[in-house]
T-cell receptor, first 113, second 111 residues
Framework: DAGVTQSPTHLIKTRGQHVTLRCSPI?????VSWYQQVLGQGPQFIFQ???????GRGNFPDRFSARQFPNYSSELNVNALLLGDSALYLC????????????FGPGTRLTVT | GNSVTQMEGPVTLSEEAFLTINCTYT??????LFWYVQYPGEGLQLLLKATKADDKGSNKGFEATYRKETTSFHLEKGSVQVSDSAVYFC??????????FGTGTRLKVLA
């Protein structure tokens, strides 16, 4: 069975640019969450989408946005990139039920120069 | 707000040594608790979970017990291997939609 997939694997952008990261959840999972993991720290919650609706948002600026498509895949968009946005961006999928574990993808490594 | 605190790393052990990685949490109610492992250059893999007080999660020789009275979920393994070298994250579920992670504990096992 295919796990969570993310693309691209690596990305280098310049300050002020825009970036789109993509995630495909495990088949049958309707929930996708996005996390930012800065080097040496634990993942920080950015968004969760369930059935194409935003269910939760973390403490991130409005430059961060996301959406979920009818096939439950998701995009994370970041505008006006800052150096501090350099991180590993993780996508996780789950059934969306309380207590259901989240399955993480391999992540997209974003470097902002 | 809810939070997770893990012991500082790195933890360096010899092969076959006993492992304990401490995790305590602050939360309203009784959230589900998780341990994830991250190998170099990879994403997070679920190691084990517990959904209510006194539950014991276990997997691949690792165990952790949900202790309500001490608000703890310490990770243990009786005999570590070099292949266990990784970063370990403790996490709790807040509501139905987000996890709060600790800062991670790096484990290095020497042959």
């Amino acid at each position: 069975d295919a796990g969570v997939t993310q693309s691209p694997t690596h990305l280098i952008k310049t300050r002020g640019q825009h970036v789109t990261l993509r995630c495909s959840p495990i088949s049958g999972h309707k929930s996708v969450s996005w996390y930012q993991q800065v080097l040496g720290q634990g993942p920080q919650f950015i968004f969760q989408y369930y059935e194409k609706e935003e269910r939760g948002r973390g403490n991130f600026p409005d430059r961060f946005s996301a959406r979920q498509f009818p096939n439950y895949s998701s995009e994370l968009n970041v505008n006006a990139l800052l150096l501090g946005d350099s991180a590993l961006y993780l996508c996780a999928s789950s059934t969306g039920a309380q207590g259901a574990e989240q399955y993480f993808g391999p992540g997209t490594r974003l470097t902002v120069t | 707000g809810n939070s997770v605190t893990q012991m500082e790393g790195p933890v360096t052990l010899s092969e076959e040594a006993f492992l304990t990685i401490n995790c305590t949490y602050t939360a309203t109610g009784y959230p589900s608790l998780f341990w994830y492992v991250q190998y170099p250059g990879e994403g997070l893999q679920l190691l084990l979970k517990a959904t209510k007080a006194d539950d014991k999660g276990s997997n691949k020789g690792f165990e952790a017990t949900y202790r309500k009275e001490t608000t703890s979920f310490h990770l243990e393994k009786g005999s570590v291997q070099v292949s266990d070298s990784a970063v370990y994250f403790c996490a709790l579920e807040e509501g139905t939609y987000k996890y709060i992670f600790g800062t991670g504990t790096r484990l290095k096992v020497l042959a």
